[in-house]
């Protein structure tokens, strides 16, 4: 199972940011599909999740109302459109799969994970 993700880099407050997950080795529709994020010198996080049938979402507060997830079962990806990114933003992204229905919503929950790709937001 390999999960890339892609689209990190630096930005400023205010602006956008879109990250994407590509999967593969895998059955993508019997998988929740969910991102996490680590800032500096903190630990793992969960930021967002979508269900295995993709058409339900679920956030962490932090993110709600800016960040939105999403599945496309044919290209076997899924993005994280980030808007309105703060300096808190700031960590190193973290795809993540879970074989069962809801997703992973925390770290143990964590089947798969891809290599991160980081997000810094300047002030």
């Known amino acids: 199972v390999q999960l890339q993700a892609s689209g990190g880099g630096l930005v400023q407050a205010g602006d956008s940011l879109r990250l994407s997950c590509a999967a593969s080795?895998?059955?993508?529709?019997?998988?929740?599909m969910a991102w996490f994020r680590q800032p500096p010198g903190k630990e793992r996080e969960f930021v967002a999740v979508?269900?295995?049938?993709?058409?339900?979402?679920f956030y962490a507060d932090s993110v709600k109302g800016r960040f939105t997830i999403s599945k496309d079962k044919l290209k076997k990806t899924v993005d994280l459109q980030m808007n309105s990114l703060k300096p808190e933003d700031t960590a190193v992204y973290y795809c993540a799969a879970a074989r069962n229905g809801l997703g992973p919503r925390s770290i143990d929950g964590v089947q798969y994970w891809g290599k991160g790709t980081l997000v810094t937001v300047s002030s």
């Open positions: 080795g895998l059955t993508f529709s019997d998988y929740g």
């Open positions: 979508v269900i295995r049938s993709g058409d339900r979402r």
